[in-house]
């Protein structure tokens, strides 16, 4: 019995849904630390297609506590449209639970991420618009509304209107929009605690009672590193801190309890939104890459940028992360190309050559990527279950990757089917 954290390495869209989906079959509990949902998490379970964006990866697979964490911002309209969605289906979510610690997200949340986006113009961060930063404001602040206020009327009534008093000051002087009404949102949110009563928890006791009865506990986190807001390309990351650090205080576990880090990367680099992207590929490969990986956000439908994937900032991810165990997704979508470029290097103006990840967007826009290029491989790796039957060139481009790391690849994923998988190390 262990623990597993799975983070994503790049910015976002890895597959981290998936690889939660796998391991979450034996997982006694899955949990969701950080993030809201503007997280975009896809499963495939056969022909069934399951687009995830708040509820944990594992929801589907686990048969033990699935557990939305303190960490994690949460909007209840869209938590009971994924449930609903997924009753619809014939599956049951009565092991769907979440922190009591965990914040709310409130309609002025949303409204405040929609309006500043539409003034800053050309300087928008590119947002999902769903409330997710003004609600960790509000959190950081101290003056959030966490899920077990909605189970008392009165206490919520006063936050509203405390928070009120100021948002809609703001609404009508600073962006010349209406006012919100207190009775339309102290109603509705009212209802929410109700229906939410039985699956509000105080979930720090239950996951660490679980770490020390052996069970095995499977930690879920959204975006990824270059999105966090401390290490990522600042200020275009989102607002909580998707690193394996962040479990911690996501969930509420000391940092002696997580054993197996886990870090997923594609074997190429996409981004969704603005901010800084050195192998961005603006050309027909950029195009084909995103064509033949299907790459648009599950979350907002946008199309994803696309390049070649970068080493310097994955194994800065991996170094911040203390990664122990390596996911490669999307290995099947470079089976396209006869010649492949890694990211192995940074050019500085001054001609330097550095493999060290800039603290500033400012000094990376300035950097030239230096390439190695690796044979490519012609031929079809979607229902490869072996390492040893991959193509030679795609082992070589393997292996050249945990070369450069320092980590071993546990899994690498060639298709989206929970099957399409070949385990090349083993888990403690």
Same mark, same amino acid.
């Given at each position: 019995?262990?623990?597993?954290?799975?983070?994503?390495?790049?910015?976002?869209?890895?597959?981290?849904?998936?690889?939660?989906?796998?391991?979450?079959?034996?997982?006694? /509990?899955?949990?969701? /630390?950080?993030?809201?949902?503007?997280?975009?998490?896809?499963?495939?379970?056969?022909?069934?297609?399951?687009?995830?964006?708040?509820?944990?990866?594992?929801?589907?697979?686990?048969?033990?506590?699935?557990?939305?964490?303190?960490?994690?911002?949460?909007?209840?309209?869209?938590?009971?449209?994924?449930?609903?969605?997924?009753?619809?289906?014939?599956?049951?979510?009565? &092991?769907?639970?979440?922190?009591?610690?965990? &914040?709310?997200?409130?309609?002025?949340?949303?409204?405040?991420?929609?309006?500043?986006?539409?003034?800053?113009?050309?300087?928008?961060?590119?947002?999902?618009?769903?409330?997710?930063?003004?609600?960790?404001?509000?959190? #950081?602040?101290?003056?959030?509304?966490?899920?077990?206020?909605?189970?008392?009327?009165?206490?919520?009534?006063?936050?509203?209107?405390?928070?009120?008093?100021?948002?809609?000051?703001?609404?009508?002087?600073?962006?010349?929009?209406?006012?919100?009404?207190?009775?339309?949102?102290?109603?509705?949110?009212?209802?929410?605690?109700?229906? =939410?009563?039985?699956?509000?928890?105080?979930?720090?006791?239950?996951?660490? &009672?679980?770490?020390?009865?052996?069970?095995?506990?499977?930690?879920?986190?959204?975006?990824? $590193?270059?999105?966090?807001?401390?290490?990522?390309?600042?200020?275009?990351?989102?607002?909580?801190?998707?690193?394996?650090?962040?479990?911690?205080?996501?969930?509420?576990?000391?940092?002696?309890? =997580?054993?197996? $880090?886990?870090?997923?990367?594609?074997?190429?680099?996409?981004?969704?939104?603005?901010?800084?992207?050195?192998?961005?590929?603006?050309?027909?490969?950029?195009?084909?890459?995103?064509?033949?990986?299907?790459?648009?956000?599950?979350?907002?439908?946008?199309?994803?940028?696309?390049?070649? =994937?970068?080493?310097?900032?994955?194994?800065?991810?991996?170094?911040?992360?203390?990664?122990? &165990?390596?996911?490669?997704?999307?290995?099947?979508?470079?089976?396209?190309?006869?010649?492949?470029?890694?990211?192995?290097?940074?050019?500085?103006?001054?001609?330097?050559?550095?493999?060290?990840?800039?603290?500033?967007?400012?000094?990376?826009?300035?950097?030239? #990527?230096?390439?190695?290029?690796?044979?490519?491989?012609?031929?079809?790796?979607?229902?490869?279950?072996?390492?040893?039957?991959?193509?030679?060139?795609?082992?070589?481009?393997?292996?050249?990757?945990?070369?450069?790391?320092?980590?071993?690849?546990?899994?690498?994923?060639?298709?989206?089917?929970?099957?399409?998988?070949?385990?090349?190390?083993?888990?403690?």
């Amino acid at each position: 019995m262990s623990t597993y954290v799975v983070v994503g390495l790049q910015w976002g869209d890895e597959g981290k849904g998936k690889i939660t989906d796998v391991l979450a079959e034996k997982s006694d /509990y899955v949990v969701r /630390y950080q993030g809201g949902n503007n997280a975009g998490h896809t499963v495939y379970a056969g022909e069934d297609k399951f687009v995830l964006h708040l509820l944990p990866s594992g929801v589907l697979q686990c048969k033990g506590k699935c557990i939305i964490g303190n960490g994690v911002v949460v909007n209840p309209e869209a938590f009971f449209n994924e449930i609903e969605a997924i009753e619809k289906r014939g599956l049951s979510t009565d &092991h769907v639970f979440i922190s009591s610690r965990a &914040h709310i997200i409130m309609p002025y949340h949303i409204l405040l991420d929609t309006y500043r986006e539409e003034i800053a113009g050309n300087s928008q961060i590119g947002t999902t618009k769903r409330g997710i930063g003004p609600c960790y404001e509000d959190k #950081v602040a101290r003056i959030g509304i966490r899920a077990i206020d909605l189970l008392n009327p009165e206490v919520l009534k006063t936050k509203i209107k405390e928070n009120l008093a100021v948002k809609n000051v703001l609404f009508e002087k600073l962006f010349s929009k209406k006012p919100l009404f207190f009775e339309d949102i102290y109603e509705k949110y009212v209802d929410y605690g109700k229906r =939410l009563k039985n699956r509000i928890i105080d979930s720090e006791y239950d996951i660490n &009672h679980a770490i020390k009865d052996q069970k095995n506990v499977l930690f879920e986190g959204a975006q990824a $590193l270059m999105l966090d807001i401390d290490f990522g390309t600042y200020p275009y990351v989102t607002s909580s801190s998707p690193t394996t650090g962040g479990t911690t205080v996501g969930a509420g576990v000391p940092p002696t309890s =997580l054993k197996n $880090l886990i870090g997923v990367s594609k074997a190429y680099c996409t981004r969704v939104g603005n901010g800084a992207f050195p192998t961005e590929l603006e050309n027909k490969t950029g195009e084909l890459i995103r064509k033949i990986g299907n790459e648009y956000g599950a979350s907002t439908g946008r199309p994803r940028r696309c390049g070649w =994937l970068d080493l310097v900032a994955l194994r800065y991810s991996c170094m911040i992360n203390g990664i122990t &165990h390596l996911v490669i997704t999307k290995l099947d979508v470079l089976s396209n190309f006869e010649k492949i470029k890694v990211g192995i290097a940074y050019q500085t103006p001054e001609g330097n050559s550095t493999e060290v990840f800039p603290s500033t967007i400012e000094e990376l826009s300035t950097y030239e #990527v230096i390439y190695k290029e690796l044979e490519g491989w012609n031929e079809n790796i979607s229902d490869v279950k072996s390492f040893e039957n991959l193509p030679d060139s795609a082992k070589k481009y393997l292996q050249f990757i945990e070369e450069y790391l320092g980590v071993d690849i546990y899994l690498v994923s060639v298709g989206p089917e929970r099957s399409q998988n070949i385990i090349k190390s083993t888990l403690n």
